[in-house]
């Protein structure tokens, strides 16, 4: 049974209905100057105006830049980081989507160290502090407001890339479900079904033989403190995300989609994720969709595979457990997890197989070599995946096919 576990988080995490409005004091910490990083169609809604407002009258002087798309592209934020070092901010806030948050920490990053962003590619390779940014998210899914990596899109390599280290972590996380309200039903179950994903790819990754002497990986693997907030943050997204996509008005299913993301993003964030993510890169390249929807689709599948494996089939149960599917056996708990899976899929708008998304059989292949090559990914896997290994994922999620007991 593991026993050890780390945590690295923002110094700072504020939740609950208007905490935004502590915002402007968690930047004066660092100064009276601040780049904000904004979603674009965000940049004249009417919390943004008063995020600024308030920000003049406690005496901040405020930069926009919302120059950025879904992809994170290199070139944005290679711009981002010019208005950065004109402007000279003290701090940064980054408000929107997981989008925004990855292009603020990169901004972040490159203001601090004029070098080109492959230089920063892969796990710590950061030298050391960037500049401090405030997190204010606006989707409840990434988590990326807790967690040390962003993700851009490399042209010369047409793939997402990660940039993963503790030093990208925000200085403050304040996660208000208010600023959530306004998502469309599509972006709140896509980034929902995500946060689901996070939480199970943590609760089920390897445990790693950790050298205590010198420097950490960013991603440590099964974590002992993290497992208790995998199965608080569960519990609430498997419940209450279908609510919060059918009405996002509702309130409560606002607030607990919120904090399931929040506290999944703490829990992966430590751990690490792996074989879902490690195949939606080259699929979501491909097909140039949703990250959650590929994520959310894949999940079932590779859950059916790993439980080949007698350990992760007794993992996956207890995650089942935790989740209230009562079974006799670990083979039905997993039965049970499955079809919660599939059913929670189909509530929210997630397809069932990768057919639906134009995928052919012919790609998988070449997918899944892709997949194999997210080494770190794929070294959080509970099991050794290999492309086989990747394949058969593939190929049973391209059928729809799992492996349910009547």
């Not at 919120?258 to 879902?276: D, E, M, N, R, V």
């Not at 997630?350 to 070599?369: C, Y």
Request: proline fraction near 7%; charged fraction near 20%.
């Amino acid at each position: 049974m593991v026993s050890t576990g780390t945590f690295r988080l923002p110094s700072r995490i504020h939740f609950g209905y208007g905490v935004r409005a502590h915002v402007p004091e968690l930047l004066r910490q660092h100064g009276d100057r601040a780049l904000i990083v904004v979603d674009p169609f965000l940049k004249s809604s009417p919390l943004v105006e008063e995020l600024v407002a308030a920000c003049h009258n406690a005496g901040i002087t405020t930069e926009l830049f919302s120059d950025i798309s879904p992809d994170v592209p290199v070139a944005a934020l290679e711009a981002g980081a010019k208005v950065a070092r004109t402007f000279q901010p003290d701090a940064i806030l980054a408000v929107g989507g997981g989008s925004a948050m990855d292009a603020a920490k990169v901004i972040a990053l490159l203001a601090t160290y004029d070098e080109p962003v492959a230089t920063f590619y892969g796990e710590n390779a950061v030298p050391g502090a960037v500049l401090p940014l405030v997190a204010l998210p606006t989707t409840a899914g990434t988590g990326s407001e807790v967690t040390p990596v962003a993700v851009v899109l490399d042209p010369d390599r047409d793939l997402k890339i990660g940039i993963s280290s503790p030093f990208l972590i925000p200085t403050a996380a304040v996660v208000d479900p208010e600023m959530t309200i306004g998502a469309p039903a599509s972006t709140t179950a896509y980034a929902g079904i995500d946060a689901l994903v996070h939480v199970v790819e943590s609760y089920t990754a390897r445990e790693f033989d950790l050298d205590w002497t010198g420097m950490l990986p960013v991603f440590t693997g099964r974590n002992v403190l993290s497992e208790l907030l995998a199965t608080a943050a569960a519990e609430r997204l498997v419940m209450w995300l279908p609510r919060a996509v059918a009405d996002g008005s509702d309130r409560d299913a606002r607030e607990n989609v919120a904090l399931g993301s929040l506290l999944a993003g703490i829990s992966f964030g430590s751990t690490g994720t792996h074989l879902s993510h490690a195949l939606q890169y080259p699929i979501g390249a491909l097909t140039h969709t949703p990250h959650g929807l590929g994520t959310g689709l894949l999940l079932p599948f590779v859950l059916d595979v790993l439980r080949e494996d007698a350990h992760v089939e007794r993992r996956i149960a207890s995650l089942a457990n935790a989740l209230d599917v009562a079974a006799p056996s670990a083979p039905e708990a997993v039965d049970g997890m499955l079809r919660r899976l599939l059913t929670l899929n189909a509530q929210v708008g997630v397809p069932r197989s990768l057919a639906e998304l134009k995928i052919s059989r012919e790609e998988l292949p070449r997918i899944a070599e892709l997949g194999a090559r997210s080494t770190r990914l794929v070294a959080i896997a509970p099991v050794r995946a290999d492309s086989s290994l990747l394949l058969e994922v593939l190929n049973r999620a391209y059928e729809g096919r799992v492996n349910i007991s009547d």
